[in-house]
């Protein structure tokens, strides 16, 4: 870890910027991540990762096995740019992959096993697991999961909007885990690499001034 160059980087942002992401990153956590199937409305994509950085969940996990569409912008209102998002192009190789990262996988749909969000188990490192409007989760998805998540419901609907469902689970996980003694926080390396780079999504000529100081 190059820290001198990031200690120069860091002189190009402004103290209130600065202070900013000291703050945000203290929040981020990779204890938990999200992860969205083939969902059709690009809008609640966005909006999901919208919620993520909003209850500081660093990585993202996008399944475009049917469907692929850019990140919607302006509903994401620039989370996008602060939140990993890792795309895959099969619900196999995502779940894959999570699971060789440390994942349990949770499938958030009613089950004849499931777990109400009240009684969820924190401790464990989680990808929550969203699908489609319609359909809601693969078959494939549905054999992966180690958990099966609800929200109580009392009402005439029967189901919540992808994004407002993640919304409610990410803010009763994070705040239920912060209350835990659990090391949920970036670790030293991850929390450089963000500040990288933030750093290069923030300066402008960041590849000129980097070239410039290593030059020196």
């Known amino acids: 870890m190059n820290t001198a ?36 409305q690009l809008h609640n994509t966005s909006a999901v990762i919208r919620s993520c950085d909003v209850f500081g ?8 096995e049917q469907n692929t569409k850019r990140i919607d912008r302006e509903i994401a209102m620039g989370a ?19 699971k060789v ?3 349990q996988i949770v499938a958030t749909t009613p089950h004849t096993n499931d777990c109400d969000l009240e009684d969820f188990d924190v401790s464990k490192k989680s990808c929550f697991f969203f699908g489609r409007e319609t359909e809601g989760l693969s078959q494939e998805v549905l054999n992966a999961a180690d958990v099966f ?14 994004s ?11 705040s239920k885990l912060k209350q835990t003694d659990i ?16 750093c290069k999504k923030t300066i402008k000529s960041f590849e000129a001034i980097v070239e410039r100081f290593l030059n020196e």
């Not at 990153?25 to 969902?39: I, N």
């Not at 970036?186 to 990288?196: G, M, S, V």
């Open 5 to 40: 160059l990031l200690e120069h980087l860091e002189s190009y942002l402004t103290p209130s910027r600065q202070e900013k992401f000291k703050r945000v990153l203290a929040q981020r956590t990779m204890h938990f991540t999200v992860a969205t199937e083939d969902v059709y």
């Open 57 to 64: 969940i660093q990585e993202v996990s996008i399944v475009e």
């Open 80 to 98: 996008q740019k602060w939140v990993d998002l890792n795309r895959y192009n099969s619900v196999k190789s995502c779940i894959t992959d999570l």
């Open 101 to 103: 990262k440390g994942y």
């Open 149 to 162: 998540l609800k929200i109580p419901m009392v009402g005439f609907t029967e189901s919540l909007n992808i």
């Open 164 to 174: 407002v469902s993640a919304a409610i689970i990410l803010q009763h996980v994070t």
């Open 183 to 198: 090391n949920w926080q970036l670790t030293a390396p991850q929390l450089f690499d963000k500040r990288l780079d933030w």
